[in-house]
């Protein structure tokens, strides 16, 4: 399943591979990894962003847990959770109490909404895995109040690992694993912006199983996949349908059904942006692998590069503003805006969005999701007549209105 | 007809210190008082008072509106601009409210912030709503204060620190130059020696209920008690003064051997001691409490009561270290403590209040208090053997609160809790 010595394998090989991946709930690729590595630590993460670089360098196998979809039947996580609580919560803990994750040394949540923060506190109360870090973003900016408290929190991190396989962290080991995931967000954004102009290319469905394999591989093998990815969707492939371009937006913790995905496709859109991974692109541009100061190069970048998220405080750069550009930036005609029921952090962004939306005539729908739903047919026909609303009343992308 | 209880001097001075903020709020402006939007949890009164400004809590006002049947209105408002039904109604209903012109609970037109202090402590949400009223306050500065979650159980230095440096190099000078004030630390240090005093006086009032009868409702009278610390007055003399008055008052219950007041007078018999966790509903209050004092319920402690606060194990205000106290303070309310550490004060306090039962009261929008409540009642019920009961409901929003739904659970919880009375005392006077 590997890329072996840059021999160029079709497209389709490479989608089904990551297909495989994707949605392996065994996490099979890290109990091998893990055999492969007499000391390695398999370090699971929660969404929305974890920077992985630190498991990387201290020896680790950082894997995305990202529930169990429409893949898992919830036996044991609905005695956890009560009916008015997101959908998520209760697959990880259904994958993690079937022993799924066994092989896993180690979780971490990291600050995203009340849910999953108190998540963690039941993996402590159950003793699960070897090390359980809730790991605290800073929502304070100033690099050195902010910045240094992240750099402790990240410590923390490696710290945990350490102490399981007794491996100090060095500035060059940091150095090389930011370089790695810099190589790796670099050839998702290549891919990104393809499809801003060819999305035919490669639907978001393959795209998603594209990006969410690299969550549950070693890096240096995703790099290489996407490598040949790239290569081959810079080839003119396919031909454009009469579809409207959206931005997904929403989405960005529990995840849809891959249904739910292609329902939008087949409806007539082509999403050019989408926020459904966003963990794997949330830094925006390379962090600096060259300092002597690795973990701060990592804070640096988290407070000065980081995409848009419901998750981090933007009173000093508002979230409307910078999907607006978004939606301008890739030509988009409109937002399609997805959250999972109950999900605090989208529902409550919701408001500020279409508001602001409204004013500035960007056109957009919202619907709400569960990962384990996968019967779309009504928002397939609200999708479908957004689509054709725009088709047939308006001339130019919404974000054309916008003046900057 | 239900008799009106007589009102017992506590409750006059709180009455006339709510009236009194109002007041006050209501002749901000034109007195030139600068306004300060804030949070109970992580309320940084002290620092506020500090800077001589006027405190609004959103969450107080949300609730005071379910209290007088506005709740709903304001709610139905927001979901017409597009607030979800899923989210907090505390939220909505707060943003409804200003919707419709932003008159406060009292009647009263409440003043627009000067600043928005949002203490994000041990609620998510906080951030998100903040976010929202800055897009409707454009001109407001908000100031965030960042505490960090005490994943491991524990309060480091380096959280302690990293909420310092917040407050020196942010949170003081943003304060100073809205209201033109200078830091004055020893005005601090003095407010900060009299929020100690006043939590020696809570932390022993809400320790009477070790006495049977319970002298007081901890959870339902409670949320009364925590008024004054919660909302403004910590730190201040008159808090100090309404403590020692109500400790005086429930001492003379005590001697005389009464029970709790209900809205209905005293509670005749005390059949059973319940630790309440999870906030109250407040749509219909009087009729949950009723529920409870009908059948001789009494809480005797509950984790609502300590959402502004834990200073049951001993934490207080230090004046000697005045900013690292109020990082301690925030760090240390309810909901900013895991989840383990919440089933072990839990615990304290079912052991230590000899409590028959542990009830929860899951609030369908507040995921920082229900998200885990299923897996720390099953860690209680476990441990403790203590019979644990499970109700549902909402903070603010009526359409929630399902009257018979309620009642009827907590009927059936009172007759187990009944029957388990009595095998206990067969066993332990087992007939000749």
């Known amino acids: ?404 | 007809m239900a008799q009106e209880v007589q009102k017992e001097k506590s409750m006059i001075l709180q009455k006339e210190m709510i009236e009194g903020l109002f007041n006050d709020l209501a002749s901000a402006k034109e007195k030139g008082r600068k306004v300060c939007y804030t949070f109970v949890p992580g309320n940084l009164s002290e620092l506020i008072r500090t800077f001589d400004m006027l405190p609004v809590y959103p969450e107080i006002n949300a609730l005071q509106n379910a209290m007088r049947k506005k709740s709903a209105g304001y709610i139905r408002e927001a979901e017409k601009h597009a607030h979800s039904e899923d989210v907090c109604t505390y939220v909505k209903c707060d943003v409804g409210m200003l919707l419709k012109g932003n008159i406060g609970p009292t009647g009263q037109k409440l003043p627009e912030p000067d600043v928005l202090l949002l203490s994000y402590t041990g609620c998510f949400t906080f951030m998100k709503w903040f976010e929202t009223l800055k897009r409707e306050y454009p001109d407001t500065k908000v100031i965030m204060v960042h505490t960090p979650y005490q994943e491991n159980g524990v309060m480091t230095p380096e959280m302690t620190q990293y909420m310092v440096k917040q407050f020196r190099e942010e949170v003081i000078p943003k304060m100073e130059e809205v209201t033109g004030i200078k830091y004055d630390e020893e005005k601090l240090k003095r407010h900060l020696e009299l929020s100690r005093e006043a939590e020696d006086w809570i932390t022993k009032i809400f320790d009477t209920t070790k006495h049977r009868p319970s002298p007081i409702d901890a959870y339902f009278a409670g949320v009364y008690y925590i008024g004054p610390i919660n909302i403004g007055f910590r730190g201040t003399q008159e808090a100090v003064d309404y403590y020692k008055e109500l400790y005086s008052e429930i001492q003379e219950r005590i001697r005389l051997g009464l029970g709790p007041v209900t809205p209905e007078g005293e509670m005749k018999e005390e059949k059973f001691r319940l630790v309440v966790e999870g906030p109250p509903n407040w749509t219909s209050f009087r009729e949950f409490w009723k529920i409870f004092y009908d059948m001789g319920a009494v809480i005797v402690a509950s984790s609502y009561t300590k959402v502004g606060g834990v200073y049951d194990l001993g934490w207080r205000h230090d004046p000697e270290r005045p900013l690292e106290a109020l990082a301690e303070y925030c760090m240390n309310c309810y909901t900013n403590l895991n989840i383990p550490q919440r089933v072990a004060l839990l615990s304290k306090c079912i052991t230590e209040y000899q409590a028959d039962g542990y009830v929860t009261n899951s609030i369908k929008s507040c995921n920082s208090f229900s998200a885990g409540q299923l897996a720390m009642m099953r860690d209680l019920e476990d441990k403790l053997e203590v019979p644990v009961g499970f109700i549902e409901s909402d903070l603010v929003d009526p359409r929630y609160f399902s009257y018979s739904n309620i009642k009827n659970r907590l009927e059936s919880y009172f007759q187990m809790l009944a029957q388990r009375k009595m095998f206990e005392a067969a066993e332990t006077n087992p007939a000749p």
């Open chain 1, 1 to 404: 399943m590997q890329p072996n010595n840059g021999e160029l394998k079709p497209l389709d090989h490479w989608i089904r591979v990551c297909k495989e991946h994707a949605f392996d709930l065994q996490f099979t690729r890290a109990r091998k990894w893990k055999e492969e590595h007499a000391d390695g630590v398999v370090v699971g993460y929660m969404p929305v962003y974890f920077p992985r670089e630190v498991i990387h360098a201290a020896g680790g196998l950082p894997v995305g847990i990202f529930g169990g979809g429409d893949r898992k039947q919830i036996i044991k996580g609905d005695a956890y959770y009560q009916s008015y609580i997101c959908h998520i919560p209760r697959s990880i803990i259904d994958l993690v109490l079937d022993n799924h994750t066994d092989h896993f040394d180690g979780y971490i949540f990291p600050s995203i909404c009340d849910v999953l923060r108190n998540l963690s506190g039941i993996f402590k109360l159950n003793k699960l895995g070897k090390f359980v870090k809730y790991m605290d973003f800073p929502q304070n900016f100033l690099p050195e109040v902010g910045g240094v408290f992240y750099q402790q929190e990240m410590q923390h991190v490696m710290h945990y690992i350490k102490e399981i396989n007794g491996k100090e962290v060095t500035p060059e080991a940091l150095n090389r694993s930011i370089a790695l995931y810099n190589t790796n967000r670099r050839l998702i954004a290549r891919i990104y912006d393809v499809r801003q102009d060819h999305p035919w290319r490669m639907t978001l469905e393959e795209l998603y199983y594209v990006v969410r394999a690299g969550t549950v591989m070693p890096v240096e093998e995703h790099n290489a996949i996407l490598e040949q990815v790239c290569t081959h969707l810079e080839r003119e492939t396919g031909k454009a349908q009469d579809k409207i371009k959206v931005v997904l937006s929403g989405a960005f913790c529990e995840q849809p059904a891959v249904g739910l995905v292609r329902a939008i496709e087949e409806a007539g859109c082509y999403v050019v942006d989408d926020d459904l991974m966003l963990g794997s692109r949330m830094i925006l541009g390379d962090i600096d692998a060259t300092t002597a100061e690795p973990l701060k190069a990592i804070a640096h970048a988290y407070i000065h590069q980081s995409q848009l998220s419901s998750s981090i405080y933007d009173v000093d750069n508002p979230k409307e503003n910078r999907l607006a550009k978004i939606v301008k930036d890739r030509g988009a005609d409109g937002v399609i805006f997805a959250s999972a029921s109950f999900c605090d952090p989208s529902l409550l962004d919701a408001p500020i969005f279409q508001k602001a939306f409204d004013r500035m005539g960007i056109r957009y729908i919202a619907f709400q999701f569960s990962e384990n739903i996968n019967q779309f047919k009504v928002i397939k026909e609200q999708v479908g007549a957004f689509s054709d609303s725009i088709k047939l009343w308006e001339d130019e992308p919404a974000g054309a209105a916008l003046t900057n």
